[in-house]
Each structure stands twice: as structure tokens, then as C-alpha cells.
């Protein structure tokens, strides 16, 4: 009893009736256009003109929620006075599907889409006319009925059987019943539209599929950023450490070395720089809609050599093994063969034992193989090792998933008791 009470004695089912109502106030100047052609049509029965005004009037409640801005308030005004979770209308407008290999298009609504604030607003308008005159009623007779007041009087025929109430306990009977029943239609009309704002003025099936394919596309860009900080910023930070390290125990013994080791750390923080500009301006797009000032910074393999002396200025030792013209390897797959040796290199001088690095990089006609072995830290070395820096976790996986983009194999893993060994093979088309 009390449970079916509870949203007669809500707030919110009233301010959900009051937005009814609202629906009421804002439909009365269309009902006066909507007059006209009845007017007009003085010789049709009283009937047809009746029907007339009511078709007139929908069709132009229905046009006026085609408007964009019409839908917007709605949902703003559904979310605050019905207390329904709607998403924001601009976030539907401006979601794009995927189309082609990384081009998007702009979502356009099905046609039947656009009818559904239509014919919500038109719901809304009758709701709120309905639910007005009904509990208007309602409530004057509950508040007149008790005691007769304003010589009010309420008679009920039924199956042949007739009560009227004049006075006495029973005018204050059926006026509590009339107070109780114009509640229950406060709380009905509040129910319908509750129930069919999400269905009318949430997203559609295809809108829904239009935000899931925008938040995959933010979600992929994400990720490819995260990417390139962790190769780029990464790699610098690892090995200006040792080179830092480095110079520091050579200024007093070689200061010209040292002023080398220097010179590296300041080229290897400014390319770290480019990348954070630009990752950084890609961010800001996002977020205001500008596009980035810089250009995206192109490392490919022909920069491996400059790669390689920043890595050797740190005291490592790398050989590298070149078959092929790496320089023939063009766009997208020299720059991911760029990032997947840096990582590689990257995780060697990490984690590595000391001695030598084997860098191995072989193009043909069919594919790219790119290697990278180092001795495996047993715990002896000192400096550089595995205690040395703490791992993320994360550069494998994400070496992982950048090879597979790509279509390519992928190898990680102990290469003997002494040695780990990482092995990449891409497919490729070389440029002559």
C-alpha cells in the first residue's frame, strides 16, 4: 500500500507533470495557425473541422521538432526535470563511422531517425493536454466537492445504478478521491514520458553504432599516442641516464669525451622534444577542434645510424648487420621499423647484461627483418642492468600489437641460456 503510494508523494513526479504541462503553454501559439483552415472551411461539419485542427496542429508540433536546437532542449530539459540519463545530442551529430582505410565520414541520421523527436514532441503536447485537463478537473472537484462547496454536487450512473453526493461524509470521500485520482494522472503522464524519452529522444540502434565507432577511433588514437611516448620518451630518458652517468665519470678523466656525451644528451632531449610537441599538439586538437601547429615528426630507418651513435655514446657496444637497402623501405612501415628497433634497443640497454648488441636489419623484395640480441642480465653486471630501471610492462605488448597492425611475426624471447632475442619480419614493397 505505501509502496504504491510513494510516487503520489514524489516531487519528481510533479516537476515530470509540470514539463507536461510546459508542453501545454508552448503548443497554444500553433493551435491558433492551426485554426485557419477550419475557418476557412465553414460548410464541413463541426466533426471534420474538429479533426482538421487536430491534424493541422500535429503536423506543426511535428515541425518544430525537426528543428536541431528543438531536440537539444529537449533532451537538456528531459535530463533535468524527468531525471533521465540522455546523452548529449551534439555528441550524436558529430560522431563518425569508419570508412576506408583510416578516413572517416560524417554521420548522417537514417530517415526514420529524424521523426523520433517529432513524434515525441507531439506525444509530449498530448500527454500534457491530456494529463492538464484531467487532473485539472480532477482537483477542482476535490477541491470543491467537501461540504458542497461553491454548491458543488457529483453524480456517478453505473450499470443502471446512480449515486450523487450533495453533502455530508461523502462529498468528502469523493473529494479525496478525486485529489488522489488527479495525483495518479500527475504520476501516469510522468511515467509515459519517462518511459519514452529514451526511446524517442535517446540514441537510435544506428546513432549508438556511430558513438561506439567514434569512441574505437578515439580510443585507437589514444593508444598509437601512448605508443609513441613510450618509444620516443622512453628511449631518450633511458639513455641520456647512462650517458648522463657516462660523462659524469669522464669529465675529470676525458673532457672532451665528455663534451661529446653532452652534445648527445641535448640532441637526444630536443628529438624527445619534437615528439612531445607534437604528441601534445594532437591533444590540444582533440579538445579544441585546432589542428596541430607541427607536423608530425617522420623517423624512419634511413635515421638508424643517428639512433645507433646515441646508443653508443652511452658505452654500449652495437654491431649491426645491414643486408638490403633500408632506405628503399618508404611511409609507414620505415617509420614503424624505426620505432620497433628503438624499442628493442631500447629494452637492451635496460635490461640488458653488458657486452655487445646485435642489431640486424635485412630488406628483400618480400620482406623486412629487423633483430635486435643482447646478453641477458645475470645479475653480475652493474649500472644498466635490470635493477637499474624499473620496467612498465609495456613495451613488448605494445611491439606486439604494432607488429600485428602490420601483418607481420613476432618474436621475444630467450635466445640460448645467455642471450634474449628479438625478432620482427614484415612484409614489404621496396621503392625503386
Not at 554521420?107 to 523520433?116: G, I, T, Y
Not at 624499442?343 to 623484395?365: D, S
Amino acid at each position: 500500500m505505501i509502496k504504491g503510494l510513494r510516487p503520489l508523494l514524489s516531487r519528481s513526479t510533479y516537476v515530470g507533470a509540470l514539463f507536461a504541462y510546459a508542453g501545454v503553454l508552448a503548443s497554444l501559439p500553433l493551435l491558433s495557425f492551426a485554426l485557419l483552415p477550419a475557418l476557412a472551411w465553414r460548410s464541413a461539419s463541426e466533426g471534420v473541422r474538429l479533426v482538421v485542427v487536430l491534424l493541422v496542429w500535429s503536423v506543426l508540433i511535428g515541425l518544430v521538432g525537426l528543428a536541431r536546437t528543438t531536440r537539444r532542449v529537449l533532451i537538456l530539459s528531459a535530463r533535468r526535470l524527468l531525471g533521465v540519463a540522455l546523452p548529449d545530442s551534439a555528441a550524436v551529430r558529430t560522431s563518425s563511422i569508419p570508412s576506408g582505410a583510416g578516413t572517416g565520414r560524417a554521420f548522417v541520421a537514417p530517415r526514420a531517425d529524424r521523426w523520433r523527436t517529432p513524434l515525441w514532441l507531439v506525444l509530449h503536447v498530448t500527454l500534457g493536454w491530456t494529463g492538464a485537463l484531467a487532473s485539472g478537473v480532477l482537483l477542482f472537484a476535490g477541491l470543491t466537492l467537501p461540504g458542497g462547496w461553491l454548491g458543488a454536487e457529483a453524480g456517478l450512473s453505473l450499470f443502471g445504478r446512480s449515486v450523487r453526493v450533495t453533502g455530508g461524509w461523502e462529498s468528502w470521500v469523493a473529494g479525496l478521491c478525486c485529489l488522489l485520482l488527479a495525483a495518479t494522472v500527475c504520476a501516469g503522464v510522468t511515467k509515459a514520458l519517462r518511459w519514452s524519452a529514451p526511446r524517442l529522444l535517446g540514441p537510435s540502434s544506428a546513432e549508438r553504432l556511430a558513438l561506439a565507432a567514434e569512441r574505437e577511433l578515439r580510443l585507437a588514437e589514444r593508444n598509437r599516442l601512448a605508443h609513441e611516448l613510450h618509444d620516443s620518451i622512453g628511449h631518450t630518458l633511458t639513455t641520456t641516464t647512462i650517458q648522463a652517468a657516462v660523462a659524469g665519470e669522464l669529465i675529470s678523466a676525458d673532457p672532451a669525451a665528455a663534451r661529446a656525451t653532452l652534445r648527445s644528451i641535448e640532441e637526444s632531449a630536443r628529438a624527445a622534444l619534437e615528439d612531445l610537441d607534437y604528441v601534445l599538439g594532437v591533444l590540444r586538437e582533440k579538445e579544441t577542434g585546432t589542428a596541430p601547429a607541427e607536423p608530425a615528426p617522420t623517423r624512419t630507418l634511413a635515421d638508424l645510424p643517428e639512433l645507433l651513435d646515441r646508443l653508443r655514446h652511452t658505452g654500449a657496444v652495437v654491431e649491426l648487420d645491414l643486408s638490403g637497402e633500408p632506405t628503399g623501405v618508404r611511409g609507414t612501415l620505415s617509420r614503424a621499423a624505426y620505432r620497433i628497433l628503438q624499442e628493442g634497443l631500447t629494452n637492451a640497454v635496460r635490461h640488458g647484461g653488458g657486452g655487445p648488441v646485435e642489431v640486424r636489419v635485412a630488406v628483400t623484395a618480400e620482406e623486412l627483418e629487423l633483430g635486435v640480441v643482447n646478453a641477458i642480465d645475470d645479475g653480475t653486471s652493474t649500472g644498466t642492468g635490470r635493477g637499474a630501471f624499473r620496467t612498465s610492462g609495456h613495451g613488448l605488448p605494445g611491439l606486439a600489437e604494432r607488429v600485428r597492425l602490420l601483418h607481420g611475426e613476432f618474436e621475444a624471447g630467450p635466445a640460448g641460456p645467455r642471450h634474449w632475442r628479438l625478432a620482427v619480419r614484415l612484409p614489404v614493397r621496396v621503392s625503386v
